[in-house]
């Protein structure tokens, strides 16, 4: 089960994967795994209090607010605009796509876990966002991600892998966020800081 908490509206979503396998040994076409996925709302009381201290005249002023963004992580098959993949093969192209919605905001994916379901996990991609291999002759897990210049959308095309002895892969990343309108993105994702260095 994966824990994520979520700002807007404020909560925490638990997140389980579980498979109907109706041989004991074998997963088969006839098994189906579910996406289980329950949100707690954090609750929150408001209170406010007024005072009028002098009788000057008040003047108004303007409230901006600007919504963070709503992200999401999908895996894919083929493309990244393919449609939504829940099982795959060893070896079947599988696309991880990240996308941010409110173009007021970039985004760096990093620190990237892929878990076997039992508590065995692995990190494949760091905390700057590079990708991890964990041999000098094995190929990286995740490779190195295509951000599009909005910096709203990632994606990388990989093979599918597995554990030897699992089935089910649940992969959790990490997404910062950065305001383009005061320019903190500037050099965040992997592919401008390769190329200022």
């Keep these: 089960m994966t824990r994520v908490r979520q700002l807007d509206p404020n909560g925490m979503n638990y997140v389980l994967v579980f498979v109907a396998q109706f041989n004991p040994i074998f997963l088969t076409k ?21 005072l009028e201290v002098d009788l000057l005249p008040t003047e108004s002023l303007e409230q901006a607010t600007i919504m963070k963004p709503i992200c999401q992580y999908s895996l894919r098959t083929e493309t990244a605009d393919g449609p939504v993949v829940r099982l795959a093969k060893v070896g079947d192209p599988i696309v991880h796509r990240f996308e941010c919605d409110n173009p007021n905001y970039g985004m760096l994916v990093k620190n990237c876990y892929v878990d076997d379901g039992a508590g065995n996990n692995k990190q494949v991609l760091d905390e700057r966002g590079c990708p991890i291999s964990f041999s000098a002759n094995s190929p990286t897990i995740l490779g190195e991600l295509t951000y599009d210049t909005d910096l709203n959308r990632a994606f990388v095309t990989v093979d599918a892998v597995r554990f030897p002895d699992r089935g089910n892969m649940q992969f959790q990343c990490q997404i910062q966020i950065c305001s383009k309108r005061e320019e903190q993105c500037i050099g965040i994702t992997v592919s401008l800081i390769l190329l200022k260095t």
């Design 30 to 50: 006839n098994d189906r795994a579910y996406n289980v996925r329950c949100f707690y709302a954090h609750t929150e009381n408001t209170v406010n209090a007024e």
